[in-house]
C-alpha cells in the first residue's frame, strides 16, 4: 500500500527516488564507517605509542578482571551487559555497525523500487 501523498507522484519517479535515497545511504553511510575506522585506528596508534614510551600509565578500568568483578557485584549481569554494549558504540564496533546498517537499509530500498516497478501497488 502506498502512502497518500506518494500517490500523486509516477510510479517511475517514485521508484527512482526510492534509488536515489538508496544510493545517498549507502554512500554517507560506509564513507562514515571508513571515517570512523581510520579515526579508532589513529587512536589506537597514539596509546600504544604513549604505552611504550611510558609504562606507568594507567590501563583502562575494562583490562581489569576486579573492575568488572565490582560492576557485576553491585550492579548485576545487567551492569556487565551494559558496559559491553557501551563499548559497543564507539571505534571499531560502531564503524561496523553503521556500515551494516546503512547496506540493509540501502538493500531494503533497492528491494522495494524494483518490487514496485515489477508489481505496482493498487489504488
Known amino acids: 500500500m502506498m502512502p497518500h501523498g506518494l500517490r ?3 510510479l517511475a519517479r517514485l521508484c527512482a527516488a526510492l534509488n536515489w535515497a538508496g544510493i545517498v545511504i549507502l554512500l554517507v553511510g560506509l564513507d562514515s564507517a571508513v571515517l570512523i575506522w581510520r579515526a ?5 596508534r597514539e596509546e600504544e605509542a604513549t604505552q611504550t614510551t611510558d609504562p606507568a600509565t594507567p ?29 559497543l ?10 556500515a551494516v546498517v546503512s ?5 531494503g530500498l533497492f528491494l ?6 515489477d508489481d505496482p501497488p493498487g489504488p
Open 40 to 44: 579508532q585506528d589513529r587512536i589506537e
Open 89 to 98: 558504540l564507539h571505534g571499531k564496533p560502531l564503524a561496523k555497525a553503521i
Open 112 to 117: 522495494v523500487a524494483a518490487r514496485w516497478l
Open 8 to 10: 500523486s507522484m509516477s
Open 59 to 87: 590501563l583502562s578500568p575494562l583490562n581489569y578482571r576486579k573492575h568488572a568483578r565490582d560492576v557485576e557485584i553491585y550492579y548485576g549481569q545487567s551492569g556487565v551487559l551494559m558496559e559491553k554494549a557501551e563499548a
Open 103 to 107: 547496506v540493509l537499509t540501502a538493500t
